[in-house]
């Protein structure tokens, strides 16, 4: 008998099956880096807009003359809760002042997007979000639409640093 030389059928079914296995679990794992991607670029927002909130809070306090809280942000005060209620998961209290921050709203005018960009000296916002500044200890921020993970939607900053942590921490 002679040796054969060469590619057989059974040789070429193996490297189809073992590049289709390979490609299935890049895809897969594609998608849950896109995913922490998208948490990690929301929770360094949210932080972001956080932390201006609060030296936006503490200058007020410091100074109310000069940073009333309420002649800033007085034009962005929510009126009808119920209407935003739902963007954040019914999570408003109506005995609460809330303010919309739109920075990434396209329905406003780019000058009230770039006022509030000025005001927060924050720059490069693509989320909107829900603000209630009750005190330095009492500042709640929405994230408006929220950010799915999975199965479930995160709207508040605790809810995002809890999952952002949860998922970064393994």
């Given amino acids: 008998m002679r040796k054969q030389y060469g590619v057989t059928t059974l040789s ?3 490297v189809v099956v073992v590049l289709a296995i390979l490609a299935s679990a890049s895809i897969l794992y594609s998608r849950d880096v896109v ?3 998208k948490l990690a670029t929301t929770y360094d927002e949210i932080k972001q807009v956080k932390d201006a909130v609060v030296n936006l809070k503490s200058l007020s306090e410091i100074n109310p003359e000069s940073y009333n809280l ?3 942000l007085g034009v962005f005060e929510i009126t009808n809760i119920d209407e935003y209620n739902a963007r954040v998961g019914m999570k408003l209290n109506s ?5 919309y921050l739109g920075f990434a709203d396209e329905n406003l005018e780019e000058g009230i ?3 509030l960009s000025d005001i927060f000296e924050i720059r490069s916002v693509s989320n909107n979000y829900i603000i209630s500044v009750e005190a330095l200890n009492d ?3 929405f994230l408006v639409d929220g950010i799915t993970v999975g199965e479930e939607v995160y709207y ?3 809810e995002i640093l809890t999952i952002y942590s949860g998922t ?3």
């Fill in 113 to 115: 997007r770039q006022n």
């Fill in 12 to 14: 070429i079914v193996i």
């Fill in 139 to 141: 500042i709640e921020i």
């Fill in 70 to 72: 309420e002649n800033i």
């Fill in 168 to 170: 970064f921490e393994n």
């Fill in 95 to 99: 005995t609460k002042k809330y303010y």
């Fill in 35 to 37: 995913s922490e991607g």
């Fill in 156 to 158: 508040t900053f605790d």
